[in-house]
């Protein structure tokens, strides 16, 4: 019987932070691959969700409501997974042969993600952007190990097909997307019980005056 992922998982994730290409071909010849990438981009979204939590304090959500936050932050990750995926595929198939599966490209985003497990850090004081700066380079340089390992492209190759997807992701946000990130938005706010004040000015206006601001002043 085939070997599960799951029996791998910290050889892989071992290997993704470390960009070893070999964790990369070893998930593809593993069974439900696709669930430990799914495991791994919702792990990856929760940590990122919990060194953001700031913005749910300062918009004091209570605890329920909080943690159910995070959750939802954590599956709406996965979605932008997605997303990226099906970008990436189609990237792939215009610039070169039609012949990786969705399969193949979304396992290989998603253990690229592992580096992103380490995002609970961005809640450090000061040093929250550069870290956020580097982990997500990180993910990027791991993504691009997948895709020369399991692709067989070369570094070129695989630079030029994820940036393409992300500017496929890009424009389509910014068009078919924008009611799914409308709806995004509202079931965050509908989660936090509360219009989510999220821009830089309006938390400032929350910590230095101690109220909310005016419903009308929240960012939709």
Same mark, same amino acid.
């Given at each position: 019987?085939?070997?599960?992922? &799951?029996?791998?998982?910290?050889? @892989? ?13 070893? @998930? ?17 979204? &929760? $940590?990122?969700?919990?060194? !953001?939590? #700031? #913005?749910?304090? /300062?918009?004091? /959500? ?23 995926? +099906? ?6 198939? +215009? ?5 990786? *599966?969705?399969? %193949? ?13 380490? $995002? &609970? ?9 550069? =870290?956020? +700066?580097?982990?997500? #380079?990180?993910s990027f340089l791991s993504f691009l190990t997948g895709m020369e390992a399991v692709l067989g492209l070369s570094a070129w190759q695989a630079f030029l097909c994820s ?6 992701? !890009? ?13 995004? %938005? ?7 019980? *509360?219009?989510?004040? *999220? ?5 400032? %206006? =929350?910590?230095?005056?101690? /109220? @909310? ?5 929240? !960012?939709?």
């Amino acid at each position: 019987m085939e070997d599960s992922a &799951f029996n791998h998982l910290w050889q @892989l994730l071992g290997g993704a932070i470390a960009l070893n290409p070999d964790a990369f071909r070893l @998930l593809q010849t593993l069974r439900h691959q696709e669930w430990v990438a799914v495991l791994v981009t919702l792990a990856a979204g &929760f $940590s990122n969700a919990v060194g !953001q939590g #700031i #913005i749910l304090f /300062v918009n004091r /959500v209570r605890p329920f409501r909080f943690i159910l936050s995070l959750l939802l932050s954590a599956v709406l990750f996965v979605v932008g997974w997605v997303f990226w995926a +099906i970008s990436t595929r189609i990237a792939y198939d +215009i610039a070169f042969e039609p012949n990786a *599966t969705w399969m %193949q490209i979304g396992s290989i985003l998603g253990l690229a993600y592992a580096p992103q497990l380490l $995002s &609970f850090l961005i809640a450090a004081p000061y040093l929250g952007v550069p =870290i956020s +700066i580097l982990l997500s #380079i990180w993910s990027f340089l791991s993504f691009l190990t997948g895709m020369e390992a399991v692709l067989g492209l070369s570094a070129w190759q695989a630079f030029l097909c994820s940036v393409l997807g992300w500017s496929v992701l !890009q424009v389509l946000q910014r068009t078919i997307g924008r009611p799914l990130k409308k709806a995004g %938005q509202w079931l965050k706010n509908t989660a936090a019980g *509360t219009p989510l004040v *999220t821009d830089l000015k309006g938390v400032e %206006q =929350i910590i230095k005056g101690g /109220v @909310l601001p005016r419903r009308s002043d929240r !960012q939709d």
